[in-house]
């Protein structure tokens, strides 16, 4: 199973990016079957589409993407700013934040009236997630590495991704979003000798 804790590097060192496509839909149904079933999409997609860490997307407030599709944040781990792009979202989101107030977090907590779900909030919901998909590799950095992968599969601009990373290397970016480990099992199932 995955650790415990959610904040800590042994979580996202066993963490793994959701690969296939198909298993992204499956994740995404039974996420809007929750009792919060449309934050926790929206969540979700939001964390695979802008690769987002847990922290920084907790703390969305709706006036931040009121009538945008570029919403500049700071991230709270770096503090530097960063404009995301959300045009791929921005129906859902409209939707989504039609009827609320632009101080309003984007994602309510369950317990708590006028906050933000917490990053062990996520957590849960992605450890739920993991049980009902019949995995104990998902955490917090579950959709933060599925963007990276599937970033990295579509465009191979590993500088750009490390970029949005904020990584120090390409091989911290690959290893991350689990691509080095790929890359090895591919050329390993050519490899034969003796055969």
């Known amino acids: 199973m995955s650790q415990p804790h959610n904040t800590n590097k042994g979580e996202r060192l066993n963490v793994q990016p959701i690969r296939k496509k198909s298993d992204i839909e499956i994740a995404r149904f039974l996420l809007s ?5 449309q934050r926790d999409v929206l969540l979700f997609l939001m964390g695979i589409n802008t690769g987002l860490r847990a922290s920084d997307l907790v703390v969305r407030t709706v006036g931040e993407f009121r009538n945008t599709k570029h ?3 700071v991230e709270q781990k770096t503090h530097k700013k960063r404009t995301l792009n959300v045009s791929n979202l921005s129906d859902l989101i409209d939707d989504f934040i039609k009827d609320k107030q632009d101080n309003d977090y984007l994602f309510q907590s369950n317990k708590f009236k006028n906050y933000h779900i917490k990053v062990n909030g996520v957590y849960q919901i992605m450890q739920k997630l993991g ?8 955490g ?4 933060r590495k599925t963007f990276g992968y599937h970033y990295y599969r579509q465009t191979h601009d590993i500088a750009t991704l490390m970029t949005i990373f904020n990584h120090s290397s390409q091989q911290i970016t690959k290893r991350y979003i689990g691509i080095t480990e790929d890359e090895i ?3 390993l199932d050519k490899f034969k000798l003796g055969l």
């Open 33 to 37: 079957k929750n009792k919060h079933g």
């Open 71 to 73: 919403p500049v944040i």
């Open 131 to 138: 049980r009902q998909m019949d995995r104990d590799d998902f």
């Open 140 to 143: 917090t950095h579950t959709m």
């Open 185 to 187: 099992n591919e050329s």
